[in-house]
């Protein structure tokens, strides 16, 4: 590992999202690999509706590559900014934390790297204090109104009996865990996906979150990948009006995110440009542009390929045992979906779609010859 000063972190904010691929973009007017995220196992104890993962998750699983592979090559970015880690549950097995998880963080901290890690929160307290204060992020999902809705999202997919009252027993571990972390200073950030059935709930799950102790509540579409192929998406005018009636019911000290947003403000539609310039107006909500397909790659543990997001729809890139990161990432560059959704227009606060909305709901724009019919001040 080479040696390097250890770097101030300045504290992620709304006025700061290290994730955010707006800001190489419109410092430096290209992407650059700042982001890094690990696939550290495919064991979960849950099997959640809306999983991303959820055809890849096994029974057992055999080791991941040595963590000093992993550390080499990231090594060689000198523009890293963040490390995400994710799975499965990256929680689940105490050799993946102890083997992976915690050297990775310890390197990300000596080098003044932002991390999260993507968990279900369901495990005992003790499995996660004892390396957290290396942690950035805690990022949860949070889809349920209670318990009876928990057991239905996370286990209908089991494939094993599981009774109602052991669902309830983790959920409400995960949010005593919530409640518990948030105190004692770790940035949960709860992540809910709009679907039919959470967009008429949100306001209450927001509540949640909020009363969890959450200091971040990230909305994001339904992605109409893997487990959740078959379900049914929001239309345009749902999503829309599930996001103002969030903002009208939030409160108003939770940061809201909203990720991968499938509203740009290029729209024919002047509903939609209202939408883009208030979300830009209200205190404590952010727009993310995402970094999966801008400035990020993830990385399989296992099999060392790499690819540009963690939902598959674009096949591997490269692998880590043989390719360096920065070549990958420049082949991604060069590759006909990046450049198909690679716009940006700098007035509007805006760089474009995510692949997954633009193949859900644009299949017939091109947002090359598009241009933002909005201005905002940021
Ligand atoms: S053309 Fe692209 S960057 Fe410009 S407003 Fe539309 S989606 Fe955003």
Redesign the pocket.
Known sequence: MLKRQPVEKKPISPAWDPWDAWYTRSEKSFYELTSVEFTVTNLCNLRCEHCAVGEALVEKEGSPLPVDQLIRRLDEVETLQTLSITGGEPVLHPRVVNETIRPLLRYAKERGIYTQLNSNLTLPLSRYEDWIEDLDVLHISYNYRDAHDFYRIAFQKYGKEVSLSAAETLFERMKENARTLSKNGVFVSAESLLSPFTAQHIVKMHRDIAEMGCRRHEVHPLYPSDFAKGMTLLTLDEYRSTILRLLDGRDPNVWILFGTLPF???SDKQEDLDLWLRLHREENVTVRQDPDGRNRLNINAFTGDVIVTDFGDVPPLGNMMHDRLTEIFHRWLEHPVAKKHH???RE?H????NILVSHAYYRDWD?TT???KAEVRV
Do not use: N, T
């Open positions: 740009f403000p290029c716009c940006f227009c509007a805006c760089a474009g779609p947002f598009r241009k933002a």
